[in-house]
C-alpha cells in the first residue's frame, strides 16, 4: 500500500526558506524518480521539481535557481529546499513517484503540506 506523508510547511515570510520532507512507503522507492508538485485553489497540480532514479534534477522554470531536490535511498524520503520564497509559491506541496511521462505514478496522494508565504 504505497502512503505518501509530507511535512515541513508553514508561513514564512518573503524571501525565506522552509525544508519540505515526503516519507514514501509501500513501492520501490529506489526504482522510482520522485517529483514535488504544488497546488492552488482552483487550479490543477504542477510539478516543480523532480529527481532521478541516478539522482538527476530538474526544475520548473518558476523555482529554478531557488529550490533544490534531493534524495534519500536508505531513508525512503524526498526533500524539497526551499529559499527566496515569494507569495506565488504559496500552495499546498505533494510528492509522488513519476512516470517516465512525468506525471505521478500514483494516484493515491499525501495530504500534502500548507507553504504560505506572506508578510
Known amino acids: 500500500q504505497v502512503q505518501l506523508v509530507e511535512s515541513g510547511g508553514g508561513l514564512v515570510q518573503p524571501g525565506g526558506s522552509l525544508r519540505l520532507s515526503c516519507a514514501a512507503s509501500g513501492f520501490i522507492f529506489s526504482g522510482y524518480a520522485m517529483g514535488w508538485f504544488r497546488q492552488t485553489p482552483g487550479k490543477q497540480r504542477q510539478l516543480v521539481a523532480h529527481?532521478?532514479?541516478?539522482?538527476?534534477?530538474d526544475y520548473a522554470d518558476s523555482v529554478k535557481g531557488r529550490f533544490t531536490i534531493s534524495r534519500d535511498n536508505i531513508k525512503r524520503t524526498v526533500l524539497l529546499q526551499m529559499s527566496s520564497l515569494k507569495p506565488e509559491d504559496t500552495a499546498v506541496y505533494y510528492c509522488n513517484a513519476l512516470s517516465s511521462d512525468y506525471e505521478a505514478r500514483w494516484d493515491y496522494w499525501g495530504q500534502g503540506t500548507q507553504v504560505t508565504v506572506s508578510s
Open positions: 529527481i532521478g532514479k541516478g539522482g538527476s534534477t
